[in-house]
């Protein structure tokens, strides 16, 4: 079992900036993949980033490449996501996810364990 809490959400102006971190918790993780997703209200759940726990980067969701990065610190077994530049449109709860080893690392189905999500609200 993986339990991941994230943290670090909160209301910022357009063209601020927030980190947010996915603290995890339970089983080896070193052999799968971490995403960041976001739903808004009415939305799927979207893909936003991934990566190995090795540091490799998968990919960026296209609205923010360039704006987001996703980084890892495997001492404290804790994955990043940098909002830089944000937007309006990034409003979301912000959700953390761990791989389940088969399968797109875009589409939200593939992961197994997910976090409970912290918000993102952006101001214009």
């Known amino acids: 079992q993986v339990q991941l809490v994230e943290s670090g959400g909160g209301l910022v102006q357009a063209g601020g900036s927030l980190r947010l971190s996915c603290a995890a918790s339970?089983?080896?993780?070193?052999?799968?993949?971490m995403g960041w997703f976001r739903q808004a209200p009415g939305k799927e759940r979207k893909f936003v980033a991934g990566m190995t726990w090795s540091g490799d980067i998968l990919d960026y969701g296209d609205s923010v490449k360039g704006r987001f990065t996703i980084s890892t610190d495997n001492a404290k077994n804790t994955v990043y996501l940098q909002l830089n530049s944000l937007k309006p449109e990034d409003t979301a709860v912000y959700y953390c996810?761990?791989?389940?080893?088969?399968?797109?690392?875009?589409?939200?189905?593939?992961?197994?364990?997910w976090g409970q999500g912290t918000q993102v609200t952006v101001s214009s």
């Open positions: 996810a761990v791989h389940g080893g088969s399968g797109t690392y875009y589409a939200a189905r593939n992961y197994r364990y």
């Open positions: 339970g089983r080896t993780l070193s052999t799968y993949g």
